[in-house]
């Protein structure tokens, strides 16, 4: 069995062929999809803002090490693609952005150890 790793990836795409209705819906919705809502989760997150023009979703996305993060952000993007046409939304071409937060190095600096003046 392969080693999962815990990815968290951003897929950012932007709006087309929004239909009136759809407009009108993710404008109706937009205060609850702000700054405020980026959170990373394994359902997703979506942000945009009035414009319109942009959006982004932020998963979590559990995956095999060994297919890497490129297998990640296809996963996620699949995601998204699923969820947008689940709403009828339309969009353009996606792109992601995957993080290993299990290679992630973490850099203490400023921390200092004890007897270092």
Avoid: C, P
């Amino acid at each position: 069995m392969s080693t999962q790793h815990t990815y968290r990836v951003i897929v950012r795409g932007t709006w087309e062929g929004l239909t009136d209705v759809a407009r009108e819906r993710l404008l109706a919705e937009v205060e609850q999809h702000g700054l405020a809502a980026m959170q990373f989760s394994e359902e997703g997150s979506l942000t945009y803002d009035r414009v319109l023009k942009h959006f982004s979703f932020r998963y979590v996305v559990v995956s095999d090490a060994e297919d890497g993060e490129e297998m990640a952000g296809a996963i996620a993007e699949d995601r998204v693609e699923t969820e947008l046409r689940a709403r009828g939304y339309g969009h353009g071409e996606l792109r992601s952005t995957a993080t290993d937060m299990d290679t992630m190095k973490i850099n203490y600096k400023g921390r200092r150890t004890s007897g270092t003046v």
